[in-house]
């Protein structure tokens, strides 16, 4: 089966994944930009009440 056919309508799924792939792609993105920003808060806390 060529790809062209595969991706023509298949009962709405490829429309699904259209959509559900660059949202999860985004959240993705999210998750790993808040983890990083969490990191680094917690070390300039930590540094911050080394200075006390």
């Known amino acids: ?3 062209g056919l595969l991706l023509a309508h298949q009962g709405g799924w490829d429309e699904i994944l259209l959509v559900a792939g660059p949202v ?7 998750w790993v ?3 990083r920003a969490l990191a680094q808060a ?6 911050g009440s080394e200075g006390v």
């Open 42 to 47: 917690s070390v300039e806390s930590d540094v």
């Open 1 to 3: 089966m060529s790809t």
């Open 33 to 35: 930009a808040r983890r």
């Open 24 to 30: 999860a792609v985004f959240a993705l993105l999210l």
